[in-house]
């Protein structure tokens, strides 16, 4: 009956009727103190509640719009893709574990390896001499054949290299692991394509960049050298009935921006992919055969240690031990020191981010329909701060886009970041 009373009471105050109001003056506005004094005692507050003008505000907040309920597919995809994010975050801890342990591995084996073949090779010096030749010449033996076969087993499993993959592997994951994050705070109706999507994406990395050593691990010395691929391959676009479009606009959109792409596209597999895939080679080259002659230089060695102290011959024996011993040392060093390994991934993996940078163009000009594609500001600006460069340096790859440039005539790279 108090809220009926003060409602009444409201209703009579701010309406009144039309000859009243044009015979008397208009009133002024009543303050907000009066108001609130009024209301008090229409609704009979008691005096203990403080209704004072500096804590008493009008709250509206209860008109509320209606929330359309979601699905049940709706729903079920986001916890799809909770629980997607959730394995993409443990992945990346998993990785980020091994990554460190592999490093150790490099330098725990690289020191160990070239202690045992340097001290082979005093022991080999000093044998001759030695009243204890004997035992001074098994020992070198020993530990020389035991560094040619650490030497062996290292190259083959390359540890600063395995230690790159998990790195770029826990970078990959967080990466991943964030935007399934922002898509579930953004909201929004998730689809089974979404969640799809995102499993194809976590299978392309467990391929990319696999945990376990042996088997399954990445082969160190392709006969080939290709960029690494861990996102999936892309579908071909479903048809859509909508109009064609001669000249891209709309979307953000422009046949200048187009022109861009393009031409960033071109200077992209003619230089910056090319040059990484180049130098990888080399890398690979030499790596390889680092990786031949250490363990040969170690072995060689060995086998000569054998013959020490055998008259004549004995004298070239300590020869070649020592210096088989001191040049397997260096080998390794360089190999394992210089990570060799770890640079040859380095360059595949740079290979493998313009590969990308080329694919995502591709997918966006490929399809007619503009509204179909990226936003073209937001695209453009993604491309920009993946190679380092500002909206406006874009700009100057337009003319690249022409026929009439040759592969010959680019110069420049698109790419300032690395």
């Not at 209860?62 to 997607?84: D, G, N, Q, Y």
């Not at 391959?233 to 959109?253: D, E, I, T």
Request: proline share 5%; hydrophobic share 45%.
């Amino acid at each position: 009956m108090a809220a009926l009373q003060a409602q009444r009471l409201l209703l009579t105050h701010s309406t009144s009727s039309p000859s009243t109001s044009a015979a008397r003056p208009r009133p002024q506005p009543r303050s907000r103190r009066s108001s609130v004094a009024t209301c008090r005692a229409a609704l009979n507050v008691p005096s203990g509640i403080h209704t004072t003008q500096e804590n008493l505000s009008l709250q509206v907040n209860w008109i509320e719009t209606p929330r359309v309920p979601a699905s049940p597919s709706a729903v079920v995809s986001l916890e799809k893709l909770r629980a997607i994010a959730d394995a993409a975050a443990d992945r990346a801890e998993m990785h980020d574990i091994i990554g460190r342990q592999r490093d150790n591995w490099n330098h725990l084996l690289l020191h160990s390896t070239n202690s045992l073949t340097l001290a082979a090779s005093a022991m080999a010096a000093l044998a001759p001499a030695a009243p204890t030749m004997v035992a001074l010449k098994a020992s070198a033996g020993v530990l020389l054949a035991t560094a040619a076969v650490t030497m062996a087993a290292v190259n083959k499993i390359q540890p600063s290299q395995l230690a790159e993959e998990q790195r770029n592997a826990t970078r990959l994951w967080r990466e991943l692991e964030r935007e399934l994050r922002a898509a579930i705070a953004h909201g929004g109706s998730t689809t089974k394509a979404d969640v799809q999507e995102a499993m194809d994406r976590v299978l392309a990395l467990d391929a990319a960049y696999p945990l376990p050593l042996l088997p399954g691990m990445l082969e160190k010395f392709p006969k080939a050298v290709e960029p690494t691929r861990w996102w999936p391959s892309r579908r071909p676009a479903q048809p859509k009935k909508s109009r064609s479009f001669g000249v891209a606009s709309g979307n953000g959109w422009s046949q200048d921006l187009e022109d861009e792409m393009r031409g960033l596209l071109r200077v992209i597999k003619a230089k910056d992919e090319n040059e990484f895939l180049t130098v990888g080679k080399l890398v690979l080259n030499l790596n390889r055969s680092l990786a031949v002659a250490g363990p040969a230089l170690a072995g060689t060695a060995a086998l000569a240690s054998v013959f020490i102290g055998s008259g004549e011959a004995g004298t070239w024996a300590t020869g070649a031990a020592v210096l088989g011993g001191a040049l397997a040392a260096s080998v390794n060093t360089v190999e394992h020191g210089g990570q060799m390994g770890m640079l040859f991934e380095l360059l595949r993996n740079c290979a493998g981010f313009y590969r990308k940078i080329q694919e995502d163009i591709e997918a966006n000009l490929n399809e007619p329909d503009v509204e179909r594609r990226e936003g073209g500001e937001l695209f453009a600006t993604k491309v920009a701060l993946k190679l380092g460069r500002s909206l406006s340096d874009l700009k100057q790859f337009r003319k690249m886009a022409s026929p009439s440039v040759r592969d010959e005539d680019i110069k420049e790279f698109a790419g300032k970041l690395f």
